[in-house]
Structure formats: C-alpha cells, structure tokens
C-alpha cells in the first residue's frame, strides 16, 4: 500500500484544510500505486495544539498581534533589508531624533517628486509616521526608491555602518538653517583620545578625533560593557611594531 504525507497548519486567517492538493484522483484510481485497497483508502490524522507562546519566533504567527502586545510595529523585509530595518527601529525609538525628523521642513520636498520618487527626508518621515500609527507592519519601499535603489538593491546586503553614515549625512544636511540644525551631531557625534606614552622614556602623544560611531567586538563579550572594555585596552607596541619617538628612536 502507497503512503502520501501533508501537512496544514491552522490559524485565523487560514482555518480550513480548503483544496490543498494532497492527491490527485487520476493517482488515487492507479491501481499500479495501491492507494486503493478492497475499494477503500485509509485516511490518519494527528493535530497538535500550540499556544502562541510555545511557537518559535522561526515560524509563522499569524495570531501574533505586536501592537496589542508591545505598542510597537515591525518593518517589512524586502529580501535582504533586515540590516535597514534594525538601524530604522533603533533611530525611531530616539526620542530627540525621532522629534527631529518630524520637524524638517518638507513643503519644498513636495514640490520635487520625480516619478513618484520622494525625497529622502520625506521618506523616513512618512516610515516614522507608519511605525508611530499603524497597527500592520511598515513597508519601506518608498523609502529605498527615495535613495535610488532598485528592486535589485534590495536583496543585496550593505555594511550597516557604511549606510547608517550615507542616511546621517543626508538628514545633517536636510537640518542644516532649521531649528533642529546640529541634531544629528549632537545626538552621535563623540570624541576619542589616541596616546601613545613611553615605557623608558619621558614621551607622550595624543590625538583627538571626533567619531559617529564605533566598530565594537561582540564575539567573547558577555555585554556592551565588555566590548568597551575590549575597545580601550591599552596595547603595548613590540618588535616590528615599535614606535618612532621623536628625539629618541624606536621605542
């Protein structure tokens, strides 16, 4: 006897079997396949109840609602976007940022569609809008169109911090003259000190420089305090990797 196996999962939206293809009656009459035997076919079923809580994240939940859960709304992936969508969620939930992206001035903007392309700034505004008051999942294509991707762009991956700098800049300077002008600077922009200081000797050199963003190490780190732990060890320079001091040699 022939063996054919399927499987349906139940939800709200999708509460009956309907025509899922199973078999095909031209198969099931075969008599070379065996589905019949004396005239009848035996028909097994097993159902599992699941609350929602012991569905993994990995499966479908389509009885999840995240607003009445958590007030919040996810971003749509668009193939490979995820990257994006993460960076959108964390600057929406700034409070400061999220006021400072409301307040840009877009009258002009509007006046600049080009093929139903919105301005960049235009873009995330609407985007921050959707995730403030929708109760579906934002889509962010208009937002990607803004920036000049094709549909192509967006099963491509893009080095987060790379786009994160690119959408900063555009924002810093959609600010620039408005009462929320130096926003983004304020918000991100720090300043890091370098020394370099002699063991032997009595020499010490430092350099300032400012930074938006830091490249921390997460592999080993139990937490964010370990990685900046990690960030500012001091490294003592040997061999090959002395350092010049002026006025007295490699060091």
Not at 103 to 120: G, L, Q, V
Not at 155 to 175: P, T
Not at 211 to 219: E, G, H, T
């Amino acid at each position: 006897m022939s063996v054919v196996d399927g499987t349906h999962k139940f939800t709200r939206e999708e509460n009956d079997r309907g025509f899922a293809k199973l078999i095909s009656f031209e198969d099931l009459r075969d008599e070379e396949k065996s589905f019949l035997v004396d005239d009848t076919i035996e028909i097994h079923t097993t159902i599992c109840i699941k609350k929602m809580s012991e569905v993994p994240l990995s499966e479908p939940r389509a009885l999840y609602d995240s607003k009445k859960e958590t007030g919040f709304v996810g971003l749509k992936n668009q193939g490979a976007t995820c990257y994006m969508n993460s960076l959108l969620q964390f600057m929406f939930h700034i409070p400061r940022l999220r006021e400072a992206v409301y307040n840009m001035p877009n009258d002009e903007d509007e006046k600049k569609k080009k093929d139903d392309k919105e301005p960049i700034a235009l873009a995330l505004q609407r985007v921050f809008y959707h995730l403030q008051t929708s109760s579906k999942s934002v889509d962010t294509k208009a937002l990607t169109k803004s920036f000049g991707w094709s549909n192509m762009d967006s099963f491509m991956q893009h080095d987060v911090q790379e786009f994160s700098r690119v959408l900063c800049d555009s924002l810093e300077e959609k600010m620039k003259g408005t009462k929320v002008d130096g926003m983004i600077a304020e918000l991100f922009k720090g300043k890091l000190e370098n020394f370099i200081e002699c063991i032997n000797v009595d020499y010490k050199s430092t350099r300032v420089e400012s930074f938006y963003d830091l490249s921390l190490m997460v592999k080993g780190c139990a937490n964010l305090h370990e990685s900046f732990k990690q960030y500012v060890e001091v490294e003592t320079l040997e061999g090959d990797n002395q350092y010049r001091a002026e006025g007295h040699g490699k060091q």
